[in-house]
């Protein structure tokens, strides 16, 4: 956008949302128009098997790169807030706020674990084996990927060149907060949902004492934070001199108390407001959402107003995601770095390449359509008749809880005990990079469908938050903000900033139904799963279509 095109008294605001393998940035006015957006890829190293580890100083410069594009052709004085969503990796700084390694090799720059990162598989069962009280609020089991394993690990393994120079503990959502600000308060969002913070009873020293960390103890947690503030809430004095050079921006700014990426997904999409699209969902509370936050891994939130104990399950979180809910957390350890390591993986992959590129399409985008030409001539279900298939090659993060198990556990089997602890799921919201894949939309449909015997659930309705737009809807949270899937605004922002209901007829489409239909599993990744003979290109197979008998063709549900 142009700065002739700005709209006079307009205000502007700009999230910053730092993913697994890139950073994206949007500016957006009080509105809740899409002005710009941009991306920048960060760097990942894999020293060993299970260990993931990114730079700091990385992510920080992609975050300047991304907000000075996104600042560009406007009055950066109209800008009024800036916010940040991060996964939630373990950044670790000395007592000058300098990168320490967390590596062998001593490479300081090296200096995030992330959140996928599974190298403290003994430290997280020796923490399991306590059965101390604060694992009640993660599903009883905590997982390899939470902050206590990891941070154990460092004082095991890298006691002299890492743990005892360190100074700072932060996750990530939380280190970018301080580096635009200066301060140091972690956001309750991070504490409570990956380090055992509880939100009325802070920290529990006997938990850090019985699992050999009670160095935070004798120094009142200021490693990890004894200052927690709830997402939203203004720091300081805003974007320091320093951190405003660097991004482009005016200092003063105010900046926001983060919140985890998932987290930020799931605000934007479980309050959204679906009043005046036609959607079945209407008029249904929030606490009848389950909010799936799809990308490289899937989260699946659902909130209510009373805490709900579910077993393999994180939370309940209290007031971590939308304020004065208890929030519960399921996932997936792998969603879309599996299928790219299915597709990627196989020998057919070049070739698939080569067929998509010729066609100007991603990889994915040629597998939808090669399935769309099969489905002209017969029911593609044919594909999965016999072969249903969702292979976890990470451990299963919900509800088995089990770093070790390699089986087929997905949605459905986390709603499932979601609701046999007393959740009541009416309707899926979608948001991530995954839900712009149709086909993954729309097998979700299919796998959650209740018309199996002895169900006491209405069918599910599913609706897709579109995340990219020109013209986006930005419905009004509980918090007086206008939320997204990408993008997590920041305070102080006034509820009178914003209409409480955005009017439909001047914004885009908020909200997609997704009509049932009875095929689709992943099905571009399981054509892969399909036996061929050897030697035969496994993609020229169905170039010809396959016809079956018409008996063993079912008619599809009508959209």
Known sequence: MSGGEQEPGSHYYVGVDVGTGSVRAALVDQKGTLLAFADQTIKKWEPEFNHHEQSSEDIWAACCVVTKKVAQGIDLNQIRGLGFDATCSLVVLDKEFQPLPVNHEGASHRNIIMWLDHRAVSQVQRINDTKHSVLQYVGGVMSVEMQAPKLLWL???????????????????????????????????????????????????????????????????????NQVLPPGISLGNG??????????????????????????????????????????????????????????????????????????VWGPYFSAMVPGFWLNEGGQSVTGKLIDHMVQGHAAFPELQAKATARCQNVYE?????????????????????????????????????????GMFGTRLIIEA??????????????????????????????????RAGSSRKRLQLTEHLLVSQKMAWPSTPLGL??????????????????????????????????????????????????????????????????????????????
């Not at 007393?422 to 796998?447: W, Y």
């Not at 920041?490 to 900033?497: N, T």
């Not at 061929?532 to 063709?553: D, K, W």
């Open 155 to 225: 004082k095991e393994n890298l006691r002299e060149t890492c743990w005892d120079k360190a100074g700072h503990f932060f996750d990530l959502p939380d280190f970018l907060s301080w580096k635009a600000t200066g301060v140091t308060a972690r956001s309750l969002c991070s504490l409570v949902c990956k380090w055992t913070y509880l939100a009325d009873k802070g920290w529990d020293d006997s938990f850090w004492k019985m699992i050999g960390l009670e160095d935070f103890v004798s120094d009142n947690y200021s490693k990890i934070g």
């Open 239 to 312: 974007l320091t001199p320093e951190a405003a050079k660097d991004l482009g921006l005016p200092a003063g700014i105010a900046v926001a108390a983060s919140l985890i990426d998932a987290h930020a997904g799931g605000l934007g999409v479980i309050g959204a407001d679906v009043r005046g699209h036609g959607l079945p969902c209407e008029g249904q509370p929030m606490t009848s959402r389950l909010a799936i936050i799809c990308g490289t891994s899937s989260c699946h939130m659902g909130i209510s107003k009373d805490p709900i104990f579910v077993p393999g």
């Open 366 to 406: 040629y597998l939808n359509s090669h399935l769309d030409l099969i489905k002209k001539a017969q029911s593609v279900g044919f594909l999965t008749v016999d072969l249903h298939v969702w292979p976890d090659f990470h451990g299963n993060r919900s509800p088995l809880a089990d770093l070790t198990l390699k």
């Open 418 to 451: 979601m609701e046999a602890a007393g959740h009541s799921v009416r309707t899926l919201f979608l948001c991530g990079g995954l839900s712009k894949n149709p086909l993954f939309v729309q097998m979700h449909a299919d796998i959650t469908d209740n018309d």
């Open 482 to 559: 206008v939320p997204s899937p990408l993008l997590f605004l920041s305070a102080p922002v006034s509820p009178g900033d914003f209409p409480s209901r955005q009017d439909p007829s001047q914004s885009g489409q908020a909200c997609q139904w997704c009509c049932r239909k009875k095929w689709s599993l992943f099905l571009w990744v399981l054509l892969f799963w399909v036996p061929v003979p050897r030697g035969i290109s496994l993609l020229y197979r169905f170039e010809t279509p396959i016809f079956l008998s018409p008996e063993s063709v079912k008619s599809e549900t009508q959209f």
